[in-house]
Structure formats: structure tokens, C-alpha cells
């Protein structure tokens, strides 16, 4: 995901399903909000453990930037829609075939946290997401 900010053409900020799966821009999936909700909540500790550094900065923007991405509709579930999650395109285990393009309830716990740490960095609020 460090990657995606020095290059943002390379993905949505949501990485596929497996973190070392090649970019393919003929395959874009399945992507995997769950992991992008995870990692996001760990970026933004970081950026709080090293704050006013280059390293801080780069998890920061990186964090914010896929909420972001989280946020849009492609991955945000709309009141309209009938999911039970919050957010949509999670995936759990794909060899297996379980829970692929799914609502996944820890996706929504991350992403929740994320969103409320956010809210308590003033780094963090510094950014309009």
C-alpha cells in the first residue's frame, strides 16, 4: 500500500486479496476491503508513534488515502444497497472459494477504528477525507 502512494496508478489504495499478487491492470481483483480497513489502522499508529518524521508522514498519507478510497462508492455500501456490511468487496479466503466479494464484519471494525483514530490525530484531521 506504500507503494500505491508513490504510484497511485497501480491501484485504488484497496490492495488485491493478496498483498504479493503482481499488478495486472487486466485483473483487477478480487480486491480486499478487509485488509485495506487493517492495514490503514496500523499505518495510522505508526504515523502517531513517529510524528514530524518523513516515515510518519508517508503512513499518514498513505492511511488517509485509502480511507479515501474506502469511502467511495465502489467500496462504501449505500444506504440503497442491501448489505449488511458496511463495506462491500471484502475477501476471506479465496483458494478455499469462501467469502469472496463479501461484507465482512471485521472490515467494518477496522475501518471504524480507523476512521476514530483519525479523528483523534491532529495530523489526521488535518487532511478532509
Known amino acids: 500500500m506504500l507503494n500505491e502512494q508513490?504510484?497511485?496508478?497501480?491501484?485504488?489504495?484497496v490492495p488485491k486479496w493478496d498483498f504479493n499478487a503482481p499488478y495486472d491492470a487486466s485483473n483487477d481483483g478480487p480486491r480486499d476491503t478487509s485488509s485495506?480497513?487493517?492495514t490503514t489502522l496500523?499505518?495510522?499508529?505508526?504515523?502517531?508513534a513517529l510524528p514530524g518524521t518523513e516515515c510518519g508522514q508517508k503512513y499518514?498519507?498513505?492511511?488517509?488515502?485509502?480511507?479515501r478510497a474506502l469511502a467511495s462508492p465502489k467500496y462504501l455500501a449505500g444506504?440503497?444497497?442491501?448489505?449488511?456490511?458496511?463495506?462491500?468487496?471484502a475477501t476471506g479466503n479465496l483458494p478455499d472459494k469462501d467469502k469472496i466479494d463479501v461484507g465482512l464484519v471485521y472490515a467494518d471494525y477496522y475501518y471504524l477504528q480507523a476512521l476514530k483514530k483519525c479523528q483523534d490525530m491532529e495530523a489526521c484531521r488535518n487532511?478532509?477525507?
Open 127 to 129: 487532511y478532509s477525507l
Open 79 to 89: 444506504l440503497e444497497e442491501p448489505h449488511a456490511a458496511v463495506l462491500k468487496h
Open 42 to 48: 496500523g499505518l495510522l499508529h505508526l504515523a502517531e
Open 60 to 67: 499518514l498519507c498513505a492511511a488517509v488515502n485509502t480511507m
Open 6 to 13: 508513490e504510484d497511485p496508478a497501480k491501484g485504488s489504495y
Open 36 to 38: 485495506a480497513a487493517i
